[in-house]
């Protein structure tokens, strides 16, 4: 499974900014995908995931309300929609996968295939 993300960048607290995955080798139509992110000197947390077999989404408190994961599966592309960004939300995104998943609900300890990441830097 390939995983590469893009959109990351420079951003101003209260800003926008939309991030991309696109995958590839995913062979099983049941599978999860979703957000995680890195901040410095912190480990790896996730951000928000999709389950295919509902559509069903999961989203971190830190985020809800202000990010959307969205996806086009015929294209296997996925988006993080990033608004009203505060500088807590600087890190390093990845874009990550787990396949077959057959819960309707996607769980954060179940993905394990992740990309290389894109950094995001929101400026106060």
């Known amino acids: 499974v390939q995983l590469v993300e893009s959109g990351g960048g420079l951003v101003q607290a209260g800003g926008s900014l939309t991030l991309s995955c696109v995958w590839s080798?995913?062979?099983?139509?049941?599978?999860?995908i979703g957000w995680f992110r890195q901040a410095p000197e912190q480990e790896r947390v996730g951000v928000t995931c999709i389950s295919s077999n509902s559509g069903n989404t999961n989203y971190a408190a830190s985020v809800k309300g202000r990010f959307t994961i969205s996806t086009n599966n015929a294209n296997n592309t996925m988006w993080l929609q990033m608004e009203d960004l505060t500088p807590e939300d600087t890190a390093v995104y990845y874009c990550a996968a787990v396949s077959p998943w057959f819960g309707s609900d996607c769980s954060w300890g179940a993905f394990y295939f992740y990309g290389q990441g894109t950094p995001v830097t929101v400026s106060s």
């Open positions: 080798g995913i062979t099983f139509r049941e599978f999860a």
